[in-house]
């Protein structure tokens, strides 16, 4: 006896030579006849999850059973969600949602509803950035904005318009962020130049070079100079590495005495085995590691930067110290020193100036005191710093060291 479906869907029963056979009632409460309906998968049929169905003994063959066995429904095809999601698929229930809001799947027309859908999982994908990216950000709330406004066109939904408002308001707000990070003008006038520091990091190479000015332990430039770019090798735990190429490039002739004489009033220590003359000539696979123990992570930290600023402050130092025409005319520590102080303390167009202050220029005896020299003296450097195309012009006039950075030297500006 087989079981099937006909023509209409509905059950039929095929019994021992009568043919197919009255319909039949699925699941409980099917009508009585005196024989049990037989599927394929019943019990003995190879199919263990089928229920069983029994019949008395004496029930006569083809008739239908007091119970029949049920059989499942069809399931409906599922209906696909926004962005080709099935709901009977595992991510079902998954709405799009953007701001909290759920996306409409018979939103009209598609092309909004697509973008939405794809902005939401846009701004979900951006928050889970390692680093943040303002420019990328302020394009997310760009395009907010219209989307939201051509949903609020298409709704007649005030609360949608306040948000394209907030998302417009927010896109301005992140660029201008964005711009002041990287010292370039909001409107996009002027040239843009790619800075070295951001802003914050600029703040951060001021508060150096000032621990440098009012701790040094040696009064002469060439120390001073040392000490600057040893702090920042060893900002961050009190250790860094450095090279026989490092320090001749910093120190000239002078880098065995200087580094000696930092070693002897304990501002610097050298491992045991390592004098100063062997770290003239370590390599760049085998660098000297030295010891500042004033920047120990036991002592008070004069500094609150990370890793990634730490190395970007060094690599800004070594940038101005090694400039190819400071090099070229020969310029001193004194000299270099006043280049990293003036490109420190300089605005984005270059001018020079004090956090808070329009290019109103310099205190003389500040300037004066963080390179070693006597507030005279410290003209002479800064026309050497002309001529070597570092600043397009100088001034000590009133006390106050005023000028420009070149265009070439922008760059490196510390954007006041």
């Avoid at 440098?212 to 332990?217: D, K, T």
Wanted: charged share 25%.
């Amino acid at each position: 006896m087989n079981a099937g479906t006909g023509d209409g869907g509905e059950l039929f029963v095929d019994g021992i030579g009568r043919g197919r056979t009255e319909r039949v009632k699925t699941g409980r409460g099917a009508e009585a006849g005196g024989g049990s309906a037989m599927f394929s998968h019943a019990p003995g049929s190879g199919s263990p999850s089928a229920p069983a169905s029994s019949a008395p003994a004496s029930a006569g063959p083809g008739a239908v059973g007091a119970k029949a066995a049920s059989v499942p429904r069809a399931r409906p095809t599922p209906r696909p969600r926004p962005g080709g999601v099935p709901a009977g698929s595992p991510s079902a229930g998954r709405w799009a949602k953007i701001a909290q809001r759920i996306v409409p799947d018979d939103l009209q027309p598609d092309v909004l509803r697509l973008e939405l859908t794809e902005l939401g999982d846009a701004f979900r994908a951006y928050q889970q950035r390692p680093e943040p990216d303002l420019a990328v950000l302020a394009e997310l709330h760009d395009r907010k904005a219209r989307a939201f406004a051509a949903w609020a066109a298409v709704t007649d939904d005030a609360s949608l318009r306040e948000e394209a408002d907030r998302a417009a308001a927010a896109a301005r707000t992140t660029r201008e962020m964005n711009a002041n990070r990287l010292g370039v003008p909001v409107d996009g006038s002027g040239p843009v130049v790619e800075r070295l520091l951001t802003r914050g990091q600029a703040v951060h190479a001021r508060s150096v070079l000032e621990h440098v000015r009012v701790g040094s332990p040696l009064p002469e430039a060439g120390a001073r100079l040392a000490v600057l770019m040893l702090t920042l090798r060893a900002a961050r735990a009190g250790i860094g590495n450095v090279t026989g190429q490092d320090l001749s490039g910093w120190l000239q002739g002078d880098a065995e005495r200087v580094l000696q004489e930092l070693v002897d009033v304990g501002w610097l220590r050298l491992p045991e085995d390592v004098s100063a003359d062997d770290a003239l000539t370590s390599r760049p696979e085998e660098p000297t590691q030295v010891t500042v123990p004033s920047l120990l992570p036991a002592e008070p930290r004069p500094f609150s930067f990370g890793k990634v600023t730490r190395a970007r402050l060094s690599g800004w130092a070594q940038r101005v110290v090694g400039d190819r025409k400071l090099r070229k005319k020969k310029a001193g520590a004194a000299t270099r020193l006043l280049a990293v102080y003036t490109a420190a303390h300089s605005h984005p167009a270059g001018r020079l100036g004090d956090a808070g202050e329009d290019g109103d220029g310099l205190p003389l005896d500040t300037v004066a005191s963080f390179c070693a020299l006597r507030p005279e003296e410290v003209a002479e450097h800064a026309g050497l710093l002309v001529t070597a195309d570092w600043l397009t012009e100088a001034d000590t006039a009133g006390g106050r060291l005023r000028g420009r950075l070149a265009e070439r030297v922008l760059p490196l500006s510390g954007l006041l």
